[in-house]
């Protein structure tokens, strides 16, 4: 299994409302990452967990919430989110952000995020 | 200065030409190297990593050259189905482990 699967593909919602966004590997990787992608830009990193720890937060507004309840799994949790956090949320993998060589990022095919 | 630096782009190509493109990072201390293909509305995908003796696939060659902090990606004989953006990807070392950097990608559009 070298997929990386995010739930949902697509989610519309509104100022008010709390959603989250599901990502799920089974590759025994240790490392979990989650991007926001504007259209014509570049992926931008928000939040790294290794060992379930969370490792590197780019200064990502709290209205992003990451958790990270095993291994396996992450989640994004948002709540009160601006018309300008419209994006595509990448998840991604790694084997393990220790060694360079083991930094191979594994992508999911995103969740495509609309604010109202 | 960014991170990471590519050419502007877009390229627009017929079939079956050369395309060459170029990448420069600011970091020396980076470990490894990659380019990544993304298709519309898609997610990134590796196409090849890049390693100093130069590396080959098909149709695609990637060199890196650790003194002048360049990375280039040639396709030959370019395919309809090549057009894509292409990302040059660093590994930089960062608190913790290492941060994987995005250029800004290349489009690339292969016409008939």
């Known amino acids: 299994d070298t997929e990386v699967t995010q739930t949902p593909k697509h989610l519309v919602m509104g100022m008010t409302n709390k959603k989250s966004l599901k990502c799920e590997q089974h590759?025994?990787?240790?490392?979990m990452y989650w991007y926001k992608q504007k259209a014509k830009k570049p992926p931008e990193l928000m939040f790294v967990?290794?060992?379930?720890?969370?490792?590197i937060n780019e200064s990502v507004p709290s209205r992003f919430s990451p958790e990270c309840p095993n291994s396996s799994l992450l989640n994004l949790h948002l709540h009160a989110l601006q018309p300008e956090d419209s994006a595509l949320y990448l998840c991604?993998?790694?084997?393990?952000?220790?060694?360079?060589?083991?930094?191979?990022?594994?992508f999911g095919a995103g969740s495509r995020l609309t604010v109202l | 200065r960014k991170e990471v630096e590519q050419d502007p782009g877009p390229f627009n190509v017929p079939e079956g030409a050369t395309v060459a493109f170029n990448c420069t990072y600011s970091?020396?201390?980076?470990?490894?190297f990659f380019w990544y293909r993304q298709d519309c509305r898609k997610e990134p995908k590796l196409l090849m990593s890049?390693?100093?003796s130069g590396n080959e696939d098909g149709r695609f060659t990637a060199q890196l050259n650790r003194a002048s902090q360049y990375i280039s990606l040639l396709i030959r004989d370019s395919k309809l189905s090549d057009s894509a953006t292409y990302l040059c990807?660093?590994?930089?070392?960062?608190?913790?482990?290492?941060?994987?950097?995005f250029g800004a990608g290349t489009r690339l559009f292969v016409k008939a």
């Open positions: 890049v390693y100093s």
């Open positions: 967990y290794s060992y379930e720890k969370l490792s």
């Open positions: 970091n020396s201390a980076s470990q490894s």
């Open positions: 991604a993998s790694s084997q393990d952000r220790a060694f360079s060589g083991a930094n191979v990022l594994t």
């Open positions: 990807v660093v590994n930089m070392g960062n608190t913790g482990g290492f941060k994987t950097i």
């Open positions: 590759m025994g990787h240790r490392a």
